[in-house]
Structure formats: structure tokens, C-alpha cells
């Protein structure tokens, strides 16, 4: 069972590897981009939700649209905190 590889096996393996590990730096940097930046994250969406020909595009879109969404609600969250916490150093 403990059979060797050949070495068309291997590169191919090795291939596969790194095409799965520029996919996940893809996803991570879609997901970030989502995060620091909710307008671009509902543009990445809009483009993969209607642009992506696979459930899997899909899905990522939906994913970043959410990510997007929760972000912009944590930004404008931070933004009355800062104008609340003015106003009350102002005041004091």
C-alpha cells in the first residue's frame, strides 16, 4: 500500500498544491478587501454573483457581499462612536 510515487505524480501533486494555495490567498485577499473596504466588497460581489458562471463563484460573491455588509455595519458603528465621544470631549 505504501507505494512510491513517480515523478509525474509528484510534480503533479506539487501542482495542485499550489494552485490550491493561490486559490486560498485569492479567497483571503477578496475576504480582506471586503473587510477594509465594504464598496469594494459589494462590487466583488455584484461581479462574482452575476458574472460567475459556477455555484462556487456564486457562493464566494454571496460570502463576500455578507462580509461586506457586516463590515460597513461595524465601520458606520465606529463612525457615530467617534462622533459621540467628540461631541462629549467638546462638551466637557
Not at 505504501?2 to 510534480?11: A, F, I, M
Not at 460567475?52 to 464566494?60: Q, V
Not at 455595519?73 to 470631549?89: K, R
Amino acid at each position: 500500500m505504501n507505494q512510491e510515487l513517480s515523478t509525474q505524480d509528484q510534480k503533479r501533486a506539487r501542482f495542485e498544491t499550489t494552485i490550491d494555495i493561490v486559490y486560498l490567498l485569492t479567497l483571503l485577499s477578496l475576504y480582506v478587501g471586503a473587510v477594509l473596504s465594504p464598496i469594494m466588497g459589494i462590487i466583488y460581489a455584484i461581479l462574482l454573483k452575476s458574472g460567475s458562471l459556477t455555484d462556487r463563484g456564486k457562493k464566494i460573491g454571496k460570502t463576500c457581499l455578507i462580509i461586506a455588509l457586516i463590515s460597513l455595519g461595524v465601520w458606520v458603528l465606529f463612525f457615530i462612536i467617534i462622533i459621540i465621544v467628540a461631541v462629549i470631549a467638546s462638551a466637557a
